[in-house]
């Protein structure tokens, strides 16, 4: 199985769009306000407006009002719906969307408990944060604690860089791989040849990368 690939926190669309060229399956709009790539509403209509077809938008939130989430959705094309704080099982399903749950891999967290609360989860998003913290911090948590298959589709996040992405999937064997700050130049600037070195080394250790 392809392990899929999502690039997230681009705040471009020359750069989203040399993303999909790389061939990635999704790109992620940050709209958390404390993020350094949090994007304005005209910015991101600009990023899914240049994207070819095929190339999944994932809307990035955290613990926002619900009122936020439904004024971005009438005005940005969104895809899927990426949870990142402590919105509980409710507030997920009320916006009608497919929506991924982000995962506190910090600190004595159990991955099954998460699958039990959000039964409709399109996946789950496994990341190294601790509960209560943002995440998206750049830093890799131990694989190891992903060791067992949790009936659901895993995406791997959480410090990945062409450097650890083919150990990351080796320990792991995930659904998808998602990075943000391991493919940019500095917070908010995604760096192509990273972005291409990623895509690159995620298939070259499926076998699949023919140069
Ligand atoms: O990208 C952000 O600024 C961000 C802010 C708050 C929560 C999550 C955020 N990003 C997501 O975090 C993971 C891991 O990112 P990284 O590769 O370790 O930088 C990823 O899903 C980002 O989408």
């Known amino acids: 199985m392809r392990t899929r690939i999502k690039i997230c926190g681009l705040t471009h669309p020359d750069t989203a769009v040399a993303a999909a060229q790389l061939g990635v399956d999704a790109v992620g709009l940050v709209f958390y306000e404390r993020s350094p790539r949090r994007l304005s509403l005209r910015c991101a209509r600009e990023i899914v407006a240049a994207l070819p077809p ?4 994932v809307g990035l939130f955290l613990d926002a009002p619900a009122a936020q ?15 990142h704080g402590a919105e509980e099982h409710a507030y997920c399903v009320q916006f009608r969307r497919p929506y991924i749950k982000a995962v506190p891999m910090g600190g004595a967290i159990d991955p099954v408990a998460y699958v ?16 209560g913290q943002a995440g998206g911090s750049g830093q890799a948590f131990d694989w190891q604690q992903v060791s067992q298959d949790l009936g ?13 992405v083919a150990a ?5 064997r995930p659904w998808g791989v998602d990075v943000s ?31």
């Open 116 to 131: 039990r609360t959000y039964p409709d989860a399109a996946g789950l998003l496994l990341d190294s944060h601790r509960l």
């Open 54 to 57: 095929f190339v999944t938008v």
């Open 168 to 172: 990351a999937i080796t320990a792991t």
């Open 152 to 164: 659901r589709p895993i995406v791997l996040a959480g410090g990945l860089h062409a450097g650890n």
């Open 69 to 83: 989430v439904e004024e971005v959705l009438a005005s940005v094309a969104l895809d899927v719906l990426q949870f």
């Open 181 to 211: 700050s391991g493919v940019e130049a500095r917070p908010g600037v995604k760096d192509p040849a990273l972005m291409s070195a990623f895509v690159k080394e995620v298939a070259r250790v499926q076998g699949g990368y023919v140069e």
